[in-house]
């Protein structure tokens, strides 16, 4: 059995299990405990740097998500999550990692909003970040013709888009990419969307 060490809150971690789930990859999820300052020494002995998602294999651990989902895209059932009729392989594995991007932004925002005592936050940073997300979507919004079918990028950025709305509503990304936001709401109907939900807090 592979074992997953998660957090229903990482986008990343939702990512693996949207692409469990759509290859028919059985995985037994483990819940874990994460948090940016204080380190977690048992998953450390597993990925060194005490991260999720982590993947328990027969053969040892895998980390970090686009790692996971490679190994799960090996072991599926059907068609490739590589491979599709709206983008190639070199497509999908860009738009895989500009969601990835996309994410990096969305969490390290959340971490200085959420985490840092409001008198040592770091204005510049922050805009920073909100600059790295809306550069994201503007050009995900063009290429939107390219997540017509369901692959590794279709899944990541739906991952990443539906993050924004679980801790960023005040960006209001939708209003300003209405395109962008017709597409993830109609994604969002698909069972591996509604089955990997984020949390409601």
């Not at 999908?92 to 996309?102: F, N, Q």
């Not at 409001?118 to 790295?132: D, F, I, K, Y």
């Not at 369901?150 to 679980?166: C, N, Q, S």
Request: with cysteine; glycine share 4%.
């Amino acid at each position: 059995m592979l074992r997953l060490l998660h957090s229903p809150a990482s986008p990343y971690a939702r990512k693996v299990r949207m692409a469990a789930m759509e290859r028919q990859v059985p995985l037994h999820l483990e819940l874990v405990r994460v948090d940016p300052v204080d380190r977690n020494g048992e998953l450390a002995k597993t990925n060194p740097l005490a991260k999720v998602p982590v993947l328990h294999t027969p053969d040892g651990s895998l980390y970090d998500s686009r790692v996971i989902c490679r190994f799960i895209d090996r072991r599926g059932e059907g068609p490739s999550l590589y491979g599709s009729e709206t983008a190639d392989i070199w497509e999908i594995l860009v738009l895989e990692s500009l969601a990835d991007g996309l994410m990096d932004a969305a969490v390290s925002l959340r971490y200085e909003l959420a985490n840092r005592p409001p008198e040592l936050r770091w204005p510049a940073w922050v805009e920073a970040q909100r600059t790295r997300i809306d550069a994201a979507l503007e050009h995900l919004t063009g290429r939107i013709a390219q997540l017509a079918a369901p692959h590794m990028g279709t899944i990541a950025v739906a991952a990443a888009l539906e993050y924004l709305d679980f801790r960023h509503p005040e960006q209001e990304w939708r209003t300003a990419h209405p395109t962008l936001s017709e597409w993830v709401s109609r994604f969002a109907q698909e069972k591996i969307m509604q089955m990997t939900a984020y949390p409601s807090t």
